[in-house]
Nanobody
Framework: QVQLVESGGGLVQAGGSLRLSCAASGPISTYAMGWFRQAPGKEREKVAAIGWGWSGGSTYYADSVKGRFTISRDNAKNTVYLQMNSLKPEDTAVYYC????????????WGQGTQVTVSS
């Protein structure tokens, strides 16, 4: 089973940028990948997703991050990235990556998460 490890979180001022990385323990080229976040007291939400394959395929963004966040993948490095620009205090959350389970619409193999805190 592929294991995922997120990194790159931290404390940043509003308007700043961060790049999150999600390193996989094995090949991910056949998996669609997603970034999710969960703020205290709120449900986990899908932030961005990217299709499988070497070209990355299609992408999805939540309305709240469109135009600010960019998801990308480097299958040669078994890594998925989330570039976050123009960060807002409401982006504060624990960010997780996951892979879409083959043949389903569900995501799994959750990492431990990385904390992103945006100060105003």
């Amino acid at each position: 089973q592929v294991q995922l490890v997120e990194s790159g979180g931290g404390l940043v001022q509003a308007g700043g940028s961060l790049r999150l990385s999600c390193a996989a323990s094995g090949p991910i080229s056949t998996y669609a990948m997603g970034w999710f976040r969960q703020a205290p007291g709120k449900e986990r939400e899908k932030v961005a997703a990217i299709g499988w394959g070497w070209s990355g395929g299609s992408t999805y963004y939540a309305d709240s991050v469109k135009g600010r966040f960019t998801i990308s993948r480097d299958n040669a490095k078994n890594t998925v990235y989330l570039q976050m620009n123009s960060l807002k205090p409401e982006d504060t959350a624990v960010y997780y990556c996951a892979l879409r389970i083959l043949g389903t619409a569900d995501f799994g193999s959750w990492g431990q998460g990385t904390q992103v805190t945006v100060s105003s």
